[in-house]
T-cell receptor
């Protein structure tokens, strides 16, 4: 089944404790992206990647890191999480590497709480 | 950059009625306008999209209209059903190398049985 998977689905952590949220897609998509969803703010892009070893900042990149060493995986790293990073996170992928007119396939989401 | 606004933020309709959700965008270079539906506990999923070379597109009970002059586009759902209850996001994008898909803030549609 074609899908985007994220792990963990739920995470409660404490301020300053490094964490990684994994994202994997099995559709051979070139483009991958991370979003955060907050009430009243909609979906905001954190980072995106147009291909292996190519990543760039989205609208709200502060406090996050990403890497794209393999085409299928795009982990989101929070080196020192803070309470304002409490949010619902989505990974997404799409076929095209540069055109932003392809269908984006979203993962099921990761609900992160930082105490 | 692009700014996409959705209104209203919440919408409640009676089952069987029609629902219309409107979005406006700011960048005249935008040429791709998708709509995503997010059901409770799930990620958003594309339900319909429209490109700037057409004014309307239909898929069963769902249609999208685009007015490029006024820079707004709308989602129309006819004969609404309880399973249409969800959060709906509109988005806009251009196809240039440095373009990005910008989402609206989302609207919560409730269909009353």
């Amino acid at each position: 089944e074609a899908q985007v998977t994220q792990n963990p689905r739920y995470l409660i952590t404490v301020t300053g404790k490094k964490l990684t949220v994994t994202c994997s897609q099995n559709m051979n998509h070139e483009y991958m992206s991370w979003y955060r969803q907050d009430p009243g703010l909609g979906l905001r892009q954190i980072y995106y990647s147009m291909n292996v070893e190519v990543t760039d900042k989205g609208d709200v990149p502060e406090g996050y890191k990403v890497s794209r060493k393999e085409k299928r995986n795009f982990p989101l790293i929070l080196e020192s999480p803070s309470p304002n990073q409490t949010s619902l996170y989505f990974c997404a992928s799409s076929f095209g590497g540069t055109a932003r007119t392809d269908t984006q396939y979203f993962g099921p989401g990761t609900r992160l709480t930082v105490l | 950059g692009e700014n996409v606004e959705q209104h209203p933020s919440t919408l409640s309709v009676q089952e069987g009625d029609s629902a219309v959700i409107k979005c406006t965008y700011s960048d005249s270079a935008s040429n791709y306008f998708p709509w995503y539906k997010q059901e409770l506990g799930k990620g958003p999923q594309l339900i319909i999209d429209i490109r700037s070379n057409v004014g309307e597109k239909k898929d069963q009970r769902i249609a999208v209209t685009l007015n490029k002059t006024a820079k707004h586009f709308s989602l129309h759902i006819t004969e609404t059903q309880p399973e249409d209850s969800a959060v709906y996001f509109c988005a806009a994008s251009s196809s240039g190398a440095n373009s990005k898909l910008t989402f609206g803030k989302g609207i919560t549609l409730s269909v009353r049985p």
